[in-house]
């Protein structure tokens, strides 16, 4: 079995001299739960189409659960939470899920017992009757994410799942991701919500003008750890010494710190034993490592496209 979900390579999409996306180049690995992020206007949406075969690329590749793009069989193994969806609402909770439950032709008895249980997963048990008119739009949040869930899909493209959601639906979505991670199911996130992102995603990847920046880990220190550090009498000769530890060190006179980036957390201890062995007076060394929301300010910039 390819240990990839996803593998895209030089992926882009021409509307007439607009280019929506560029050169989507990425990886995805089954059972990995991989952020897609980007400012307004990225070309993010247009590259979840292409990868669901909804619109064709104008150029480049992609492997989806390792067949190419548009396989018949792949797409059913593939779940998708639109951002923008459209649902029947005369429809009540269990005969919607019903209805996409024949659209991919399960049998009754299954049918029957999968709705069930899904409307547990999401917490509409008691809701299964109501027409989805009646819907709050956290309560179609989470029925849209019961229909992408219907299939036992090996794939699950989510597009901004936590919209709409209070902080109980937010965990509950969280819940449900981690519980596809734990089968070996990938999700592929598009949010706008950092934090949740950031609790979420195994890794993720930043898309500015239908490109990919970078992708990083979150399992890992997401850049340089930011510390402050603060002694007894420090000299400039001291300043010159920090230089070997990290980058842009600097002093603040106003409160007597010093500040500096250091590569990775382990070497905070080293900088800790130099400076005591030093004969310096430690005070503080208070690390601040950057937020992925800063993170993606620092990569993407601070600019929406449109």
């Known amino acids: 079995m390819n240990e990839f979900a996803i593998e895209a390579t030089g992926l882009r ?26 400012p307004n206007g990225a070309g993010k949406t247009t590259s979840v189409k292409m990868l669901l075969g909804l619109t064709t690329p104008t ?16 797409r059913a193994k593939i779940g998708f939470l639109p951002e923008h969806f459209r649902f029947h609402e005369w429809l009540k909770a269990a005969e919607f899920l019903d209805l996409h439950g024949r659209l991919h032709q399960m049998p009754a008895a299954q049918r029957r017992q999968t709705i069930s249980d899904l409307l547990v997963l999401v917490g509409l048990q008691d809701r299964a009757e109501t027409p989805l008119r009646a819907f709050s739009k956290g309560m179609l949040q989470r029925i849209g994410l019961a229909q992408a ?26 819940d449900v991701i981690n519980q596809l991670r734990q089968r070996g199911a990938a999700v592929f996130l598009n949010s706008h919500l950092l934090s949740e992102v950031e609790q979420t995603c195994d890794r993720v990847t930043f898309i500015r003008q239908g490109e990919v920046l970078e992708t990083v880990s979150l399992h890992d220190a997401l850049t340089a750890v930011p510390v402050v550090v603060r002694v007894g009498q420090p000299g400039p000769e001291l ?36 400076l005591i062995e030093q004969g310096h007076t430690l005070y503080e060394l208070t690390p601040q490592p950057l937020t992925l929301e800063e993170r993606f300010l620092q990569i993407v910039g601070t600019q929406s496209e449109g």
């Open 13 to 38: 999409k021409q509307f007439g001299q607009k280019t929506a996306v560029a050169n989507l180049t990425l990886q995805v690995k089954r059972g990995e739960i991989f952020g897609f992020l980007g």
């Open 59 to 74: 150029a480049g590749s992609a492997i989806l659960l390792g067949q190419p793009l548009g396989d018949r069989a792949t």
């Open 149 to 174: 869930l219907l299939n036992d899909p090996e794939l699950v493209f989510l597009d901004e799942p936590t919209s709409g959601l209070d902080p109980l639906g937010r965990r509950l979505v969280r």
């Open 239 to 274: 300043l010159t010494s920090l230089a070997k530890f990290g980058e842009e060190v600097r002093f603040d006179g106003g409160n007597g710190r010093i500040h500096l980036n250091l590569p990775d957390e382990a070497a905070i201890p080293r900088l800790a034993s130099w």
